[in-house]
């Protein structure tokens, strides 16, 4: 099934298919939904341990199972440095506190320790272990770590009884232990930033390595375009290429080289050729990625070495290689892993709660913004699969392998390198074009990061298909306007060249208003869209965005101009866009707010107890302030979606008082958002606060204001816009073709070609505007139904909070659904 198709019913479809197909895949109890309280888990022991290479949000991850684990009532153990502090036992095995998982999950790295174990491949070192476990009556395990971490757990799983037996029969343990702990029950996480693991579109520390390439990227191209300079990158990955592949979107190399799609024979004279054309164009660097495991067609090792001294040998262009190496796996976590780390963390340990002696091992993944449990080996035997394929030279197959997400990484970063639009298409201008046809792209609403990646994708990709692009400049002030200032043209054709560089830049290069089609006059706007004889509109903003395309819709009946389709991509930091789970720009924001948010804390490091009080923005959208409460470990966050009192904020000012002298810690965290309520204002919170917490902890507060629009895209948001604005091009050309009258105008009234494309759970989905209205508070200008309300209670679960009901979210999937989706 095309995942880009469909609306909110062919959702619950592809969920029900999920559910109806568990028996075939190995059944996994996956409980979405259901509601758990406090101490529901009591009497069972937990142990958690990080094996293999480190990652950022390993930490975060370690939180959440301690956290998630003393809230149902388990017993939960560190397991330091791995299977080998398991093998060695003693102190290794170390009961969990609350404080101990106190103020580590803005750290990167892991701080219980990972190590390579040899004792746990001789069945007398899982012996060892095993004796370990149930001396601390551990029968649940969570293993956080790569392909062959989870793998020896599950082949421990296994072998779980026998080995108890000969404990018992060695009388290392006594009939009453082999009885409590008849089995051991496994869940894993990955933690990889190489996201070499088949079965989830995201492992925990992926997305914060990808931070460090484009950081890295980032500034080189400054130092590279002074010098007129190549730079050869070569970034981590080992046979995966799904780094180098997204940081050279995210960056807009000029080459990459991935072990899963070798480049054809030849590729040095295309290289060069290609180089040379850029130079001769006026463009003043080139970055070239090389994955540490790329190779070519014959399987021979192609290094940043070699690439190097190609370049200067045959284009004598003074080149520099820079190996990024292990500052990839370094530095703190982002607030998409601190975020993932916490939610799979959780669901870890409600999967150990639900698992039986007959549940196969699993491991919880992210479809999407699904969290789902997928039998653990059938991952492993896929992502074996991947490195067969490419051991065979069966390219094409490791590539389908991947998924299709990777799939559709890898063709859009073909299509968006190309040098110029092929030859019959488009001219280099951009306004001879083979179709004859116009489509055009505007900003609406306030700047968000990721909003030039979605319009530099749209344009470049309508030219290779033939379709001239005009730009419109200042959103309707410039289709209105721009004429009467004729030094400043503000519709305009876009070539190929005038959105260059634009990914990484932030804001909006368009130019943006934060006003509603309606203000300007329908009749106005109709008569310009006419008058530029536009065939399609793809609009990239926030509220305004949507509200504008749905009023453009409604009003198809008095003007035939809007009968054409239109296409909104949200974008605005607020996240406060129905349709979607996730718009552009509030990854960026998450971001900022949470390195803000770890400074403020810091600030108080050699001061005693001290709490902060932060505002964030969003209008009357709680995602900012829940999200990133999340991603800072936060005691509270106020919201308007959820309403609160003076009994609540009193209640949240002992809950603090009492974890400060009862439970070591030394400072605090709440979050408010800018419109959470009238009469309880960020002051407001501040004061009571600061009154009664006298005696026990002081506060400061910040309001965060206009930095959280600030910065340069993520990695997320540049890779988001760009696959975003691939999808909605393809839908919109898809309804041109098929609404071409035979005098070659578009027209279309049908609801579905005026949609908002957004993220719904697990798959991306084309849902008409007019069908959003019912969804819509137009008031406080948020969606009725937000998804990331059921995170509120996990918040409140990982600050100590005992009142919250935690509501399931994962659900069993095989690995195959998963590998499906496309995703970003």
Known sequence: MDSTSGSSSSSHARLESCRSRQDSVMALPGREGQELTYGSGAGKAIGVFTSGGDSQGMNSAVRAV????????????????????????????????????????????TVIGSARCADFRNRDGRLKAAENLVKCNITNLVVIGGDGSLTGANLFRIEWSSLLDELLEAE???????????????????????????????????????????????????????????FVLEVMGRHCGYLGLVAALATEADWVFIPEWPPEAGWEDTLCKKLSAERALGQRLNIILVAEGAIDREGKSITADMVKNLITERLKYDTRITVLGHVQRGGKPTAFDRILGARMGAEAVLALMDATPDTPACVVSLDGNQTVRVPLMDCVQRTKAVQNAMDAKNFEEAVRLRGKSFQNNLATYRKLSKLRPPKGQCDLSGKHCATGKKLAVMNIGAPACGANAAVRSFVRLALTQGYEVLGIHDSFDGLLYGDDDHKCKMVKSLAWTDVQSWTGKGGSLLGTKKIVASKYGMDKIAAKLKEYGISGLLIVGGFEAYHSALQMAEAREKFDAYSIPIVVIPCTISNNIPG??????????????????????????GTKRRLFVVETMGGYCGYLATMSGLAGGADAAYIYEESFNITDLRNDVNHLKDKIINAGVQRGLILRNENANANY?????????????????TCRKNVLGHMQQGGVPSPFDRNYGTKM????????????????????????DNPDSAVLLGMNKRHLSFTPVQELRSDTNFEQRIPKSQWWLKLRPLLRILAKHRESAYITEGVACGVDEVEDEDNV
Do not use: P
Not at 92 to 106: F, K, L, N, R, V
Not at 580 to 585: A, K, M, P, R
Not at 725 to 748: C, H, P, Q, W
């Open 172 to 230: 290392r343990i006594t009939q009453d232990l082999r009885t409590q702990c008849s089995h051991l029950n496994i869940v894993g996480m990955v933690g990889s930033i190489d996201n070499d693991f088949c079965g989830t579109d995201m492992t925990i520390g992926t997305d914060s390595a990808l931070h460090r390439i484009i950081e890295a990227v980032d500034a080189i191209a400054t130092t590279a375009s002074s010098h007129q300079r190549a």
């Open 66 to 109: 301690v956290r998630m684990g003393f809230y149902l009532g388990c017993k939960v153990y560190y397991i330091r440095e791995g299977y080998q502090g398991m093998v060695d036992g003693g102190d290794h095995i170390q009961e969990a506190t609350w404080a101990s998982s106190s103020g580590i999950m803005q750290l990167g790295g």
């Open 681 to 697: 204002s960020t002051d407001f919170v501040y004061n009571l606060f600061s009154e009664e917490g006298k005696g026990t902890f």
């Open 725 to 748: 604005a691939s999808k909605a091009l393809d839908y919109m050309i898809g309804k041109i073709e098929e609404n071409t009258r035979e005098d070659g105008t578009v027209f279309t």
């Open 580 to 605: 979607t789970d996730f718009s552009l720009g509030a990854d960026t924001a998450l971001n900022e707010i949470a390195d803000i948010c770890d400074r403020i804390k810091q600030s108080a490091t």
